[in-house]
């Protein structure tokens, strides 16, 4: 029988013994569901419903609870304890697929290196380019000083610990970092690079009245299509 361990960020919903999840994560499920037995996941669980929720159907996939966080200074509080659930989760495990950036998906990457498990990395998002935006956060003071050096330290253990992986990093900039310190394949993403939208762009009509804007992919509120459209009016 073929498994797979997935540690992630991704915080599903419990309701009796189904299970919920939101965005698009039951699509990428479904891919993986097609080459094992059995997935299990390692991720957040809370009781508080999410809006839009998506069901959980596949009897493939079995949840292995960690504790909920709702923000990177409640995850430094539980990190001890998320850490040693992580370890006893992935002993017996055949191949995990940690998911970054997130200090869970980084402890998966380490378990995986230590019981030397077949591991496969997804990058989604780049913590270096939030860190050099001055906006990462709201908070203010001591919180959010605090807060920038966990995330450093989160970036300096992705770096240490990618090196050698198989890492699926999400879009070309992550690429560009990721390929020169891992095994990385190009994850093919919808999302447009900044080079592509210029003043020059033959795109963009700044002359016409009718503004047109197209949108690739489900209307739901993770996407915020409301905002770009209150943007226009």
């Known amino acids: 029988m073929k498994t797979l361990h997935i540690v992630t960020l991704k915080k599903f919903y419990l309701l009796g013994e189904t299970i919920y999840t939101y965005g698009g994560f ?5 891919m993986l569901s097609g ?12 009781r508080r419903q999410f809006d839009n ?22 995850l430094l509080l539980l990190t001890p304890f998320i850490f040693l659930l992580i370890g006893f989760y992935l002993v017996n495990s055949q191949m995990v697929n940690p998911r970054i950036p997130d200090m869970t998906g980084l402890i998966g ?20 380019e939030l860190l050099g935006n001055s906006n990462f956060t709201n908070l203010r ?3 959010r000083l605090i807060l920038y050096f966990w995330l450093r330290f989160n970036l300096l253990l992705e770096h240490l610990l990618c090196r050698g992986s198989v890492c699926l990093p999400q879009g070309q900039k ?13 994850w093919t993403s919808t999302a447009i690079r900044k080079d592509f939208i210029t003043s020059s762009s033959p795109f963009l009509n700044y002359n016409c009245s009718n503004i047109k804007f197209l949108n690739i992919g489900r209307f ?14």
């Open 174 to 186: 992550l690429y560009d970092r990721f390929q020169k310190y891992s095994n990385s394949f190009l």
């Open 35 to 46: 080459y094992f037995d059995e997935i299990y996941i390692i991720a957040p669980i809370t």
């Open 26 to 30: 039951p699509a990428y499920l479904d």
């Open 141 to 143: 003071g001591i919180p």
């Open 109 to 128: 990457i380490f378990f995986s290196k230590l019981y030397r498990k077949p591991h496969f990395i997804s990058v989604q998002s780049d913590l270096h």
């Open 220 to 233: 739901c509120v993770q996407k915020n299509q409301r905002l770009c459209i209150d943007s226009i009016y």
């Open 53 to 74: 929720p998506k069901r959980i159907d596949n009897v493939k996939f079995k949840i292995l609870p960690l504790p909920c966080y709702w923000n990177e200074l409640q």
